[in-house]
């Protein structure tokens, strides 16, 4: 079957990094997404990675290996704001999302 | 408005209840989603519209009933649903070329919040 697997929550300090893992088991592979969702907002796209490597995008990166099925989505410099649940997603080679029950990342000050 | 914009956010209902949820977007796309988010599991695509023709259902049962007017707007009607049914129900639009889903950003909704007691 498929599936993506990533960290329920996660607690970090105001100002450190934090990483959030996922992996995901697919029929086929043609990128991964992240979204982010604030409590009670709607998620919001963050990044998209199809290709290995690293792709940074101001305070946040994201990180693919498909030889893994492993990606992380990197937050440096970490502000209260960024308390939100975190959504990986896969899509397989029939272009469907498969999605991951999101990680939780709490910040502390 | 600008976005994808959901009502209403919170509907609380009872089993024999008939309501419907409503979604618009106004971002000239041409694929809409439905959603249902619960409480750490993960998102459960329920219906796909592209170029107002439904595409996917995902065995969703029949207390559960979409409908695509236009482009622009989405409904989700309800009748006799259960307790298990509560969750947040999520719309989403993206911009598609037809022939799948492809590799295309979804703009959500802040959802509405749905509790059948």
């Known amino acids: 079957g498929q599936n993506i697997d990533q960290p329920t929550e996660m607690t970090a300090t105001e100002g450190a990094i934090v990483q959030i893992n996922c992996t995901y088991q697919?029929?086929?592979?043609?990128?991964l997404f992240w979204y982010q969702q604030h409590a009670g907002e709607a998620p919001t796209f963050l990044s998209y990675?199809?290709l290995d490597g690293l792709e940074e995008k101001g305070r946040f990166s994201s990180f693919l290996s498909r030889s893994k099925g492993y990606s992380y989505l990197l937050l440096k410099e970490l502000q209260m704001k960024d308390s939100a649940s975190y959504l990986c997603a896969a899509l397989d080679s029939n272009y469907q999302l498969i999605w991951g029950a999101g990680t939780k990342l709490i910040i502390k000050p | 408005e600008t976005g994808v914009t959901q009502t209403p956010r919170h509907l609380v209902m009872g089993m024999t209840n008939k309501k419907s949820l409503k979604c618009e977007q106004h971002?000239?796309?041409?694929?809409m989603y439905w959603y249902k988010q619960s409480a750490k599991k993960p998102l459960e695509l329920m219906f796909v519209?592209?170029?107002?023709?439904?595409?996917e259902n995902n065995s969703v049962p029949s207390r559960f009933s979409p409908e695509c007017p236009n482009s622009s707007h989405l409904f989700l009607h309800l009748h006799t649903l259960q307790p298990e049914d509560s969750a947040l129900y999520l719309c989403a639009s993206s911009q598609t070329d037809g022939s799948s889903s492809g590799a295309n950003v979804l703009t959500f909704g802040a959802g509405s919040r749905l509790t059948v007691l």
């Open positions: 697919t029929s086929g592979f043609n990128g």
């Open positions: 990675n199809v």
């Open positions: 519209y592209n170029f107002k023709e439904q595409t």
């Open positions: 971002l000239g796309h041409n694929a």
